[in-house]
């Protein structure tokens, strides 16, 4: 006896549903790879950031121990001995360091031409550094600004201190005497009004 078997035959993959199987592969592989390169270059410019604020810390502490009289940049004014610009190769990159110093006037001891003026300007140096690097992919430029000023500075410069008491026919104190205080010896004529 003879028997018939239905075998129905294994069905593959068509054309069609092994370009769709690639595509989708290559969508997730790709979407794989560029979010791997993306953590790889976030965590690269971490690094370079990391190093870069580890560059700028080292040149504030070296700043920050030069002589006040000597903080300026080399050319500039103030003059001092800070290179204006500085390469620095620090791990193995190629930093490029920007220093700008300035001397402010301060408005809590008068200004320079104000009410009262202030005949020793520079209070204190603002120094700002700028750190880019030459070699770094993605790097960003980090900025740092930073005010020094010397211990005891009015005592240090040429100019001196007046301190005025108004007392009346009593020797009692005066409160709130408009005192005026004018030396024309000097040119340009220092005039300060006070209360």
Known sequence: ????????????FTLIETLIALAIFGI???GVYLSY??????????QLSSTGLTVMANELEVIRNIKYSDIGTQGGAPVGIIPAVKNINFSGFNFVLNTTVRNIDDPFDGLLGGAPNDTAPADYKLVELELSCTNCPRFIPIIS???????NLESV??????????I??????????????VNNVVNPTITINDV
Do not use: C, E, H, W
């Open 168 to 181: 009346n026919a009593s020797g009692q104190p005066v409160s709130q005497a408009n005192v005026s205080v």
């Open 145 to 151: 600004t930073t005010t020094i000023a010397p211990a």
């Open 37 to 46: 390169t993306n953590v790889l270059d976030i965590t690269i410019a971490s």
């Open 1 to 12: 006896m003879l028997r018939y078997f239905n075998i129905k035959k294994s069905a593959g």
């Open 28 to 30: 997730v592989s790709g």
């Open 157 to 166: 410069s040429k100019n001196g201190n007046l301190f005025v008491n108004v």
